[in-house]
């Protein structure tokens, strides 16, 4: 039978086992990115729950719940690369002013744009998952 729990500190050792074995996402995750008891607003999200799946052998998955922002854009001009990096620039700050009053725990755009994808990683330091970019606010 396939049961869902809160994640413990009870899990840590089983979580950090299959991060170090994960093959889907190898580097990309810590625990600290499912749980922290330090209150400290750098490691630590209060927005961030976790959840173990375990059957009777054990832990078979470990889930993350964030409350996400995702954000979609179609461009005026697509050419115009001047004005849409400022636009970029002081959209993500309104974004992260939103987001931040609404209670959201990161944005996430999804690109597959080459050239905007390097934007995302280079000029606004977002984190890349697969053709998602990342900020947590």
Sequence with gaps: MIGIQDFT????????????????HPGEWKVTDFWNPTPDPEVYNPLVTSEV???????????????????????NDGEDIQRNAKAII??????????????????????????????????MNMTKSGDEYILAV
């Design 9 to 24: 500190a009870d899990d840590v050792a089983a979580l950090q086992k299959a991060i170090d074995a994960d093959k889907f």
């Design 53 to 75: 799946i375990t059957d009777s052998t054990g832990p078979i998955a470990f889930v993350r719940f964030t409350k996400t922002l995702r954000i979609s854009c179609i461009w």
């Design 90 to 123: 002081h959209g993500i700050r309104d974004a992260i002013a939103k987001a931040r009053a609404s209670g959201f725990s990161e944005i996430i755009i999804t690109t597959t744009h080459q050239r905007l994808a390097t934007f995302f990683d280079k000029v």
